[in-house]
């Protein structure tokens, strides 16, 4: 009698490394953030939103297909950039590669304090500057 073998396995999710923060001080109530987001072979984000953050987003390495609001799916490779207005909505976000990583540097222009990323979820990713700069999920 042949027996089925049902494998489960984690979903890959990227890594958030931080770069910068600093007040603007020519724009009262701003925020400039920096990050590197790496996305290990098949990473990919739950769906999410970056609040009322101004988002540009630059392709280090690698590729990742990304679908934002209602716009089609779309592929981002190195060297590609977009720009995502507040509240723009992540419905897909991952490396379709299951052999090669992706890398890209996504800059923030956000309100003091807030979280740079909300999962549908409502889990937030937050950073931790009196923490060595390390970010946070609650």
Not at 48 to 73: C, Q, S
Not at 117 to 136: C, I
Request: net charge neutral.
């Amino acid at each position: 009698m042949a027996t089925a073998t049902i494998t489960q396995t984690a979903t890959v999710k990227p890594l958030w490394s931080p770069l910068f923060q600093r007040a603007l001080p020519n724009i009262e109530g701003k925020t400039f953030t920096s990050v590197i987001i790496e996305f290990p072979p098949s990473a990919r984000s739950a769906p999410h939103r970056h609040g009322a953050a101004f988002v540009w987003a630059y392709m280090l390495a690698g590729a990742i297909r990304i679908k934002l609001n209602d716009e089609p799916t779309r592929t981002c490779r190195e060297g590609e950039s977009w720009f995502e207005e507040p509240s723009t909505h992540h419905l897909l976000v991952e490396n379709n590669s299951t052999k090669e990583p992706a890398k890209l540097l996504a800059v923030f222009i956000s309100n003091p304090g807030d979280p740079l990323k909300v999962d549908d979820d409502g889990k937030q990713t937050r950073w931790e500057s009196a923490h060595h700069n390390r970010f946070s999920t609650a």
